[in-house]
C-alpha cells in the first residue's frame, strides 16, 4: 500500500546596542534568504536522502520531477509543528483536516503526469501549494483550485513569496473544473473523487491525461490514470492503490 522552522533590545540609550542588533537581524534575514535560494538550506541533506532512499530508490526516473524533489523546500510548506518530520516517509498535516502527501505519492503522481514546457496544468486540492511547485517546474503553468479559502489564501502567499511565477491559485469547486481557463493538457486531482469527474475530463485537450486518485472509501482507492487520444476516445488504467482525503461536494467553504 502506497501510504502516503532574535531579538532586538528597544530600550532608550541603547541606541548603539539597538543597530547593531538590527544589523545582526538584517545579516541573519540576508543570509536565510540566500541559503534557501542557493537551495543550501539546512535541510538539504535531509532532502536529498529523501529523493534517494524514497523515490529513487522506488524507480522515479523522470529527471524534472527529481530535480523538483531535490530543491523545493517541503519543509516550507508544512506547519511548524511537523517542520522535523517535512522529509520522512509519510503525509503530513497541514491544518483544517487536510494532508499534504507522501513525498513518493507527489513525486509518483508527477512523473505519471508527464506534463512538458510547453503544457498547462489544472491541479484540483492546493492544500499546502507543494505539489503545484513541483509540477510548476515541470510545466508552463499551473492552475490550481482550492476549496478551502484558508488554504488557497495561504498557498498563494507562500508560492508569491518563493518567488513562483507560473502557479494560479483559484478558490473554488474542483467538480467544475476551470471552464475559462480550459482545454488543458493535464489535470492531476490530489483528492479522491468516487468516479473520475466528467466535467473534468471534458477540459482535458486531445491527446492530455488526467492522474487521480479515485474511489469511495480510503479503503478501496486507486490511482487513476485517464488518457483522451487524438480521435477523442477515453482509456483508463488503475496504477497502484493509495490513499487520499475525500474531493468534497458543494460550495467552497470557509471553515
Ligand atoms: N496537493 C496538496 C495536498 C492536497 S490535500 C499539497 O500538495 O499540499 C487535498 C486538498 O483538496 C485539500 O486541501 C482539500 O481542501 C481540497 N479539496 C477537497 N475537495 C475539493 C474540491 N471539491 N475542490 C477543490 N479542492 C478540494
Not at 466535467?199 to 492530455?208: A, D, I, K, N, S
Not at 479503503?219 to 490514470?225: F, G, S
Request: include cysteine.
Amino acid at each position: 500500500m502506497i501510504a502516503q522552522r532574535t531579538a532586538c533590545e528597544t530600550r532608550n540609550g541603547w541606541g548603539n546596542i539597538m543597530t547593531h542588533c538590527s544589523l545582526a537581524c538584517l545579516i541573519a534575514t540576508g543570509l536565510a534568504a540566500g541559503l534557501l535560494f542557493s537551495g543550501e538550506d539546512p535541510f538539504t541533506g535531509q532532502r536529498e536522502r529523501m529523493v534517494r532512499e524514497q523515490i529513487e530508490a522506488r524507480g522515479i526516473r523522470n529527471a524534472d520531477v527529481l530535480r523538483m524533489m531535490r530543491s523545493t523546500p517541503r519543509h516550507l510548506f508544512v506547519p511548524e509543528d511537523v517542520r522535523k518530520y517535512a522529509y520522512s516517509d509519510r503525509p503530513l498535516p497541514i491544518g483544517l483536516g487536510q494532508t499534504i502527501s507522501q513525498p513518493y505519492v507527489v513525486a509518483l503522481m508527477t512523473e505519471l503526469l508527464a506534463a512538458g514546457k510547453t503544457d498547462r496544468v489544472l491541479e484540483i486540492g492546493t492544500g499546502s501549494g507543494y505539489q503545484a511547485a513541483i509540477l510548476a517546474g515541470t510545466a508552463k503553468h499551473v492552475y490550481t483550485i482550492e476549496i478551502v479559502s484558508e488554504l488557497a489564501n495561504s498557498a498563494r502567499d507562500r508560492l508569491a513569496a518563493m518567488g513562483s511565477k507560473n502557479v494560479t491559485v483559484r478558490l473554488g469547486d474542483g467538480y467544475k473544473g476551470w471552464p475559462e481557463e480550459a482545454p488543458f493538457d493535464r489535470i492531476i486531482l490530489t483528492a479522491a473523487p468516487p468516479e473520475v469527474p466528467q466535467r473534468l475530463v471534458e477540459q482535458l485537450t486531445r491527446g492530455g491525461r488526467l492522474v487521480a486518485p479515485v474511489g469511495d472509501s480510503p479503503a478501496t482507492q486507486e490511482l487513476v490514470v485517464v488518457e483522451k487520444t487524438m480521435s477523442g476516445e477515453i482509456r483508463r488504467r488503475a496504477v497502484a492503490p493509495v490513499m487520499f482525503v475525500p474531493m468534497v461536494q458543494g460550495k467552497e467553504s470557509s471553515k
